[in-house]
């Protein structure tokens, strides 16, 4: 009360609570800091010659030399006039939206699923989920390659026989779309387990009772899911989205692998693609290292709507 903020020892008291509070208001960072100390030592360099080498006119006489020549922002004006990389930027956006979207949708299906059955298909989903996670990308591309093979495929004999068509020495890989629905197809399959997984973990963690107390209240199942368990789930979908944008938007060995070297070309280029021919095939690191920061810029302007939405759910909460 007003007594004691005139007793003789207010002040001091004073200063030690503000103090108190100070300090109970740094510990959240102090925390944090040991991991943005190893992130930026493990990260920090790298970036650093990223962004020094796509300043450089650097190909393979700079490369055995160890030294670039510096030529400011010409990587970048030359990337940026060029059509097939507002070509490729465009496709890779549309494949990222795709392959995000569906990858979101069907894990978030499975892991309701995962919720309803009994104990033992449960186990047993979520082995073959757990098996398809573990297979390494080059492997999984060659099983799905043999499967969609114009002279022996699994898919055109299958769909032959049950007289959807006549698949005999179809073709998968003739046209663009064909080759990246192919592509989206392996992509959404291997991503499933994780999205499905952990979006199963985030349901069993939804209160029951709200539940029950919602269906009590008439709620159908689609307006319960939409109204009380979407909003609970909100933080770890916003996250698996971020993950999602992140991994598909630079994605390279699925693609590259499952098209054929032979058959890639300016026209079913995504980022990750432009990127090796540019950078690698053509051996202008230079430019490489530029489109590598246009890439890192693009993929942080798209995923700061979920990190906002994050930081506001975070504070809702």
Not at 15 to 22: C, G, I, Y
Not at 89 to 97: A, C, D, E, I, Q
Not at 130 to 153: D, E, F, K, R
Not at 247 to 257: A, E, H, I, K, N
């Amino acid at each position: 009360g007003a007594a004691a903020e005139t007793a003789p020892g207010w002040p001091r008291r004073r200063r030690r609570l503000t103090a108190r509070r100070a300090a109970g208001d740094s510990v959240p960072y102090l925390l944090v800091l040991p991991v943005v100390a190893v992130m930026g030592a493990i990260l920090g360099y790298p970036i650093y010659r990223l962004v020094r080498i796509s300043l450089e006119r650097y190909g393979l006489f700079e490369l055995i030399r160890h030294k670039g020549t510096y030529i400011g922002l010409h990587n970048f004006g030359l990337i940026l006039h060029d059509s097939v990389f507002w070509h490729t930027l465009l496709r890779t956006v549309v494949f990222t939206v795709a392959n995000v979207g569906l990858t979101m949708v069907l894990g978030t299906l499975i892991a309701l699923l995962l919720v309803r059955v009994s104990a033992w298909v449960r186990i047993l989903v979520t082995a073959g989920l757990v098996l398809v996670w573990s297979m390494p990308p080059v492997v999984a591309v060659q099983v799905w390659y043999w499967m969609t093979n114009v002279q022996n495929g699994v898919v055109n004999y299958v769909l032959t026989e049950l007289h959807v068509g006549d698949y005999f020495q179809h073709n998968w890989y003739e046209t663009t779309f064909s080759q990246l629905s192919l592509v989206t197809a392996l992509i959404v399959w291997g991503a499933l387990p994780f999205v499905a997984i952990t979006v199963y973990a985030a349901l069993s963690q939804v209160p029951r009772e709200l539940i029950e107390a919602a269906e009590i209240d008439g709620a159908r199942s689609w307006r319960v899911f939409r109204d009380v368990t979407v909003p609970i789930i909100t933080p770890v979908l916003l996250i698996l989205t971020s993950l999602s944008i992140l991994w598909d938007f630079g994605v390279f060995t699925q693609p590259y692998l499952l098209i054929g070297q032979a058959h890639v070309h300016p026209g079913n280029y995504l980022m990750g693609i432009y990127l090796f021919e540019e950078g690698y095939v053509k051996s202008d690191f230079g430019r490489g290292a530029a489109i590598s920061i246009l890439m890192l810029v693009m993929v942080a302007a798209m995923s700061v709507v979920y990190v906002r939405r994050m930081v506001r759910v975070g504070e809702v909460e």
